[in-house]
């Protein structure tokens, strides 16, 4: 069992900054990927990014390009995505969730934190 419990999530004017931290337990990570997903309001949950656990390779949706980081500390077990320039269309509930390797499905999921992109 994994669980993952996210923070950091908050109310940000268009343009702002925000950074989301995913704290992981259960088990220690070798060939695990970490990632952040997203719901907007009345929409469907969708990728933003992953990290590699072990060699810290990373993907990001093309929204998210050159806007959002996202990175992991091994030894705090944490992973973090630092949102930048945020625009009303990132207004989503953000989940961290886990997968075992390249080849497998997420299988563990946060409870989401919200985030607010709003004038």
């Known amino acids: 069992q994994v669980q993952l419990t996210e923070s950091g999530g908050g109310s940000v004017q268009p343009g702002g900054s925000l950074t989301l931290s995913c704290a992981a337990s259960g088990r220690s990570f070798s060939s695990d990927f970490l990632g952040w997903f997203r719901q907007p309001p009345g929409g469907r949950r969708e990728f933003v990014a992953e990290?590699?656990?072990?060699?810290?390779?990373?993907y990001y949706i093309d929204s998210a390009k050159g806007r959002f980081t996202i990175s992991r500390d091994k030894v705090k077990n944490t992973v973090e995505l630092q949102m930048n320039n945020l625009k009303p269309e990132d207004t989503a509930v953000y989940s961290c969730a886990q997968r075992q390797d390249s080849t497998s499905g997420y299988a563990f999921w946060g409870r989401g934190t919200q985030v607010l992109v709003s004038s």
């Open positions: 990290i590699s656990w072990s060699d810290g390779r990373t």
